[in-house]
């Protein structure tokens, strides 16, 4: 089984920057790991994933050149830096784990990721 734990949102103004983490356990070998997030009244959206050896990483559109998305195997860590951040940003972020293993293209389906943590808020204020 894997477990996921986010932790690293807050609130802050418009043009500011948040480092989201996620902690992993269990079995994460080859497995890519995304970030997706929630805004109230909307569906889940993908953010950025990322392959288990990072040589294969997709962003949203809307988040092109203000996130990147890295991990640590060892560490077992998976991070989301954002910076420039807008209003339209907040949301709650979760991370994810995919179902298939050891892929070369991650998928941009949240449907393809099957283990999810908690979550964590981020507020962007204009």
């Known amino acids: 089984q894997v477990q996921l734990v986010e932790s690293g949102g807050g609130s802050v103004q418009a043009g500011g920057s948040l480092r989201l983490s996620c902690v992993v356990s269990?079995?994460?070998?080859?497995?890519?790991m995304g970030w997706f997030r929630q805004a109230p009244g909307k569906e889940r959206e993908g953010v950025a994933t990322?392959?288990?050896?990072?040589?294969?990483?997709n962003y949203a559109d809307s988040v092109k050149g203000r996130f990147t998305i890295s991990r640590d195997n060892a560490k077992r860590t998976l991070w989301l830096q954002m910076v420039s951040l807008k209003p339209e940003d907040t949301a709650m972020y979760y991370c994810?784990?995919?179902?298939?293993?050891?892929?070369?293209?991650?998928?941009?389906?949240?449907?393809?990721?099957?283990?999810w943590g908690q979550g964590t808020q981020v507020t962007v204020s204009s």
């Open positions: 990322i392959s288990f050896g990072g040589g294969n990483l």
């Open positions: 994810a784990a995919s179902r298939t293993t050891w892929l070369t293209n991650c998928p941009k389906e949240e449907a393809e990721f099957d283990y």
């Open positions: 269990g079995s994460t070998g080859g497995r890519c």
